[in-house]
């Protein structure tokens, strides 16, 4: 059947007895990546890529690369002879590197929608997507078996598994089962509309996307530092900088001297009163008026106007209102109200006018009302009964990795230090370059 497909598409057969290779290892990564030898552009070696893949799909190779792949989990063999090696190199995982290789060109090329898809793709992306989120696999879902990898890995049961291209398999069977943030998006305004709750303001992916960049704060002994290399600098420098400042009182005002106009525009009053300061008092009828300004260097329009706050709307939660009623009450009243959230006798006008503000800007989030729903089939479990909770993808996910989720964390977070290049410590047992090690390497 592969023959006859390969030829039926115009691809030259290799036979495995001309050169001596394995089917995996030649025939079927040549096959998803479009046969670059057959074909004359790149734009046709990626269109026979995409066929190609759709169709091994259609022929049942991903389940067939699953079956290999738990295989090669639990050869045993293999992974006792790994852990008694002193040093783990390519050759030691060839045959994982193929397997997943060929099932991350599947996922991210399956998962990637295109204008010109025929149909029966769009089914089978559909097929594929449903196929991967539900737990076909041995009863679970097919990015639990790849966690499963990677805690084995950690924990120094398999140090042989090629941890990025694990990583990068998980990252894509996520995405594609899951979504993406533009479809979490879009669940989170259908399920507010489902339970009836005001729209959300804005999104804010949108808006982070959108936000410059900021450097994270800096830890306690860097901002020391960075004090005692101000006070430095301060010492050399301030007496010839105040001095200049003084003597451009009296002299035509440097243009070149403060290039940002902005602290001039917001404080124009505390420019003047300092200059009239640092002047002779006896002097000022002496003193002759500096000229007007030269025009910017930079025209006006180019410069970028940032609004001052939060870039996003505030948010406020009913327990927050809560307690800022229950501390006003007891400062101007001297007793609470519980929960009331509406009476405001004895309060002054100000605290009107907050609470005001407060509500104009109350958000219920749809977890507050997960929360609350709970709470309440927990007081009336025999009347309510019990939560009926959808069977999607991230729910089958949650329950398949809640029994172990704290090694999941415990694993991630351990890859996420040994590949950070400033904390690697030399004794660290993790290797996670162990997949781009020649052999030869010592």
Request: net charge negative; proline share 8%.
């Amino acid at each position: 059947n592969f023959e006859e497909d390969f030829r039926s598409h115009g691809v030259t057969v290799v036979t495995l007895e001309e050169k001596k290779l394995h089917l995996d290892q030649f025939l079927c990564p040549t096959f998803l990546l479009g046969v670059f030898d057959e074909c004359d552009t790149e734009v046709d070696v990626l269109h026979w890529s995409r066929h190609n893949i759709f169709l091994l799909y259609d022929m049942g190779l991903f389940t067939a690369l699953l079956e290999l792949l738990s295989m090669e989990i639990d050869n045993s063999q293999a992974c006792s002879s790994a852990v008694r090696k002193p040093a783990i190199s390519l050759a030691d995982s060839t045959e994982l590197r193929v397997l997943l290789s060929i099932m991350y060109l599947m996922v991210e090329t399956v998962r990637v929608q295109t204008e010109d898809d025929r149909p029966e793709w769009r089914e089978a992306r559909e097929a594929f997507k449903n196929e991967l989120g539900s737990p076909l696999y041995n009863g679970e879902p097919f990015a639990l078996l790849l966690f499963t990898m990677v805690t084995k890995f950690c924990s120094m049961n398999a140090p042989h598994f090629p941890m990025k291209k694990v990583l990068l398999l998980l990252w894509k069977t996520i995405l594609f089962t899951l979504g993406g943030f533009e479809e979490l998006q879009e669940m989170k305004v259908r399920g507010r509309e489902r339970l009836c709750l005001t729209p959300l303001p804005e999104d804010s992916i949108k808006v982070v996307r959108a936000m410059r960049a900021a450097s994270p704060p800096a830890s306690a002994m860097e901002l020391i530092e960075q004090q005692q290399q101000q006070q430095k600098r301060g010492r050399r420098s301030r007496r010839p900088l105040v001095k200049q400042d003084s003597l451009d009182t009296y002299n035509e005002r440097d243009p070149f001297k403060n290039d940002d106009a902005r602290d001039e525009e917001e404080d124009p009053e505390d420019t003047d009163s300092g200059i009239e300061g640092e002047v002779d008092p006896l002097d000022r009828d002496v003193i002759i008026q500096p000229p007007p300004p030269p025009p910017p260097l930079r025209p006006p329009t180019e410069r970028v106007n940032f609004p001052k706050g939060l870039p996003w709307a505030p948010k406020v939660r009913e327990k927050d209102i809560e307690h800022f009623l229950e501390t006003s009450r007891n400062k101007f009243i001297g007793f609470t109200l519980g929960n009331d959230t509406e009476t405001l006798v004895g309060l002054p006008r100000p605290i009107h006018e907050s609470v005001k503000t407060l509500k104009l800007h109350k958000y219920v989030s749809i977890a507050e009302v997960q929360i609350k729903k709970e709470e309440e089939l927990q007081q009336c479990p025999l009347s309510l009964g019990e939560e009926e909770v959808e069977e999607t993808p991230a729910e089958i996910l949650y329950v398949g990795m809640l029994p172990n989720l704290s090694q999941y964390v415990i694993a991630l977070l351990k890859l996420l230090l040994a590949a950070a290049p400033t904390s690697k410590a030399k004794t660290d047992s993790i290797n996670i370059l162990a997949d781009v090690l020649p052999e030869e390497m010592p």
